[in-house]
């Protein structure tokens, strides 16, 4: 238990469609990140959210998109789904700096 | 940008020691993290580097050469629960946030 908790755990998905995940943090930690983690590989970074804001972004289009809400907790949006996005995918929570981060035991989204 | 190379995959054997080396090449340098990550499980923090030097905790040691961009990740004592990837990663400012980028992951197989 890492205190970051992300749902759902699974998800299966058609090719064009759109879906949401979420991650919510016990901590409070007011900045979240999200990473893509295709098999075998390392967590490559999509975004970074700092009190509501999007402060960094990494080399993914603009169909993955990002909410952070008052309460920290963060959506990961990606519309028009396509097989590559398939993986998993990890929000982790920590301070603005990029220490202390906190994994979430994230998402596997496949995409059929 | 960054680039990140470590090792895809090593082998040991358990009560051995094991050393996984990252190599990295960065514009704007601060501080290297390894993380430990068993199959389907949330990566664990086990380190932090932003000085030279050797950082030894418990059976865990990392070590960092800033002027070479280098790091290794030393385990001693090997048990079978260390069985798991490995993931160097480099904190660096991008676009005023220190976003960690994260190696591909070295992934460790102890054997009896």
């Known amino acids: 238990e890492t205190g970051v908790t992300q749902s759902p755990t699974h998800l299966i998905k058609t090719r064009g469609q759109q879906v949401t995940l979420r991650c919510s943090s016990q901590?409070?930690?007011?900045?979240v990140s999200w990473y893509q983690q295709a098999l075998g590989q390392g967590p490559q970074f999509i975004f970074q959210?700092?009190?509501?804001?999007?402060?960094g972004r990494g080399n993914f289009p603009p169909r993955f998109s990002g909410l952070q809400f008052p309460n920290y907790s963060s959506e990961l949006n990606v519309n028009a789904l396509e097989l590559d996005d398939s993986a998993l995918y990890l929000c982790?929570?920590?301070?603005?700096?990029?220490?202390?981060?906190?994994f979430g035991s994230g998402t596997r989204l496949t995409v059929v | 940008g960054q680039n990140i190379d470590q090792p895809t995959e090593m082998t040991a054997t358990e009560g051995a020691i094991v050393q996984i080396n990252c190599t990295y090449q960065?514009?704007?340098?601060?501080?290297l993290f390894w993380y430990q990550q068993h199959a389907g499980e949330a990566p664990t923090f086990l380190s932090y580097?932003?000085?030279?030097g050797l950082e030894e905790k418990g059976r865990f040691s990392s070590f960092l050469s800033r002027s070479k961009g280098y790091s290794y990740l030393l385990l001693k004592e090997l048990q079978m629960k260390d069985s798991a990837s490995y993931l160097c990663?480099?904190?660096?400012?991008?676009?005023?946030?220190?976003?960690?980028?994260f190696g591909r992951g070295t992934s460790l197989i102890v054997h009896p």
């Open positions: 580097n932003v000085l030279d």
């Open positions: 990663a480099v904190r660096d400012l991008e676009g005023g946030s220190y976003i960690p980028t």
């Open positions: 960065t514009s704007g340098f601060n501080g």
């Open positions: 982790a929570t920590g301070d603005r700096d990029g220490l202390g981060y906190t």
């Open positions: 959210y700092y009190r509501e804001e999007e402060n």
């Open positions: 901590s409070g930690h007011n900045t």
